[in-house]
């Protein structure tokens, strides 16, 4: 099983939608959560960190269930610039490395 | 504020051929982490430097090596390179020092392409 696994994708959706992406982890001792977004062909930039209580900014709103070792991103009303790879991101135990999904490609599409 | 830069932005070798790649972080950090990205998969961990030395490795080859000097900079080596060898070589910035957030910011990237 790979450390970090999300939603094979793609996902082309219409302007306006919402919409989710999961994400799973294996290693119970994960400490910190990250959702990257990554534009083709660029680096990955950090979108938002994901904490236990949940958080929100703006359109975007993550979550992260420990028991389960569930993350998710869920966008709402997208925009065409919301196009992009989203990466699901887990640190190590010490925080020390980051372990990346493979990525989920959305498409916003007018 | 200057960002995580890289360099050079794009590199062609040959199999056999040895490269490096360098870096330098964002004003502030300390810590340096080096990843490889392969067209279509999430970046894989390859090392990580902080006060000169290599803190943690991932599953990479001794052909990988780096360094980390006294300015925080840092450069990755890679020997006897590979086809398979061929990706976007990203360097991340950090500040061990500061617990309160392991945030990585990453640089833009050097593209290795191996003929």
């Given at each position: 099983?790979k450390?970090v696994?999300?939603?094979?994708?793609?996902?082309n959706?219409?302007?306006?939608?919402?919409v989710?992406?999961n994400?799973?982890y294996s290693?119970s001792?994960?400490?910190?959560?990250f959702?990257y977004?990554?534009?083709c062909?660029?680096e990955?930039k950090?979108?938002?960190?994901v904490?236990s209580?949940?958080n929100?900014?703006?359109r975007?709103?993550?979550?992260?269930?420990?028991?389960?070792?569930?993350i998710s991103?869920?966008?709402?009303?997208s925009?065409l610039?919301?196009?992009?790879?989203?990466?699901?991101?887990?640190t190590?135990?010490y925080?020390q490395n980051f372990?990346?999904g493979?990525g989920?490609r959305?498409?916003v599409?007018? | 504020?200057?960002g995580?830069?890289q360099?050079p932005?794009h590199?062609i070798?040959?199999?056999?051929?040895q490269v490096?790649?360098?870096?330098?972080?964002?004003?502030?950090?300390d810590t340096v982490?080096?990843?490889?990205?392969a067209?279509g998969?999430?970046?894989?961990f390859?090392?990580?430097?902080?006060?000169?030395e290599?803190r943690q490795?991932?599953?990479?080859?001794?052909r990988?090596s780096?360094?980390q000097?006294?300015?925080?900079?840092?450069?990755?080596?890679?020997?006897?390179?590979?086809?398979?060898d061929?990706?976007?070589?990203?360097?991340?910035?950090?500040m061990?020092?500061?617990p309160?957030?392991?945030?990585?910011y990453?640089?833009?990237?050097?593209?290795l392409?191996v003929l």
């Amino acid at each position: 099983r790979k450390e970090v696994e999300q939603d094979p994708g793609p996902f082309n959706v219409p302007e306006g939608a919402t919409v989710a992406f999961n994400c799973t982890y294996s290693n119970s001792a994960s400490q910190s959560f990250f959702w990257y977004r990554q534009d083709c062909r660029k680096e990955p930039k950090l979108l938002m960190s994901v904490y236990s209580s949940g958080n929100e900014d703006g359109r975007f709103t993550a979550q992260l269930n420990r028991a389960s070792q569930y993350i998710s991103l869920l966008i709402r009303d997208s925009k065409l610039s919301d196009s992009a790879t989203y990466l699901c991101v887990v640190t190590g135990p010490y925080g020390q490395n980051f372990v990346f999904g493979p990525g989920t490609r959305l498409s916003v599409l007018p | 504020d200057a960002g995580v830069t890289q360099s050079p932005t794009h590199l062609i070798k040959t199999r056999g051929q040895q490269v490096t790649l360098r870096c330098s972080p964002k004003s502030g950090h300390d810590t340096v982490s080096w990843y490889q990205q392969a067209l279509g998969q999430g970046p894989q961990f390859i090392f990580q430097y902080y006060e000169e030395e290599e803190r943690q490795r991932g599953n990479f080859p001794d052909r990988f090596s780096g360094h980390q000097f006294p300015n925080y900079s840092s450069e990755l080596n890679v020997n006897a390179l590979l086809l398979g060898d061929s990706a976007l070589y990203l360097c991340a910035s950090s500040m061990l020092t500061d617990p309160s957030t392991d945030t990585q910011y990453f640089g833009p990237g050097t593209r290795l392409t191996v003929l």
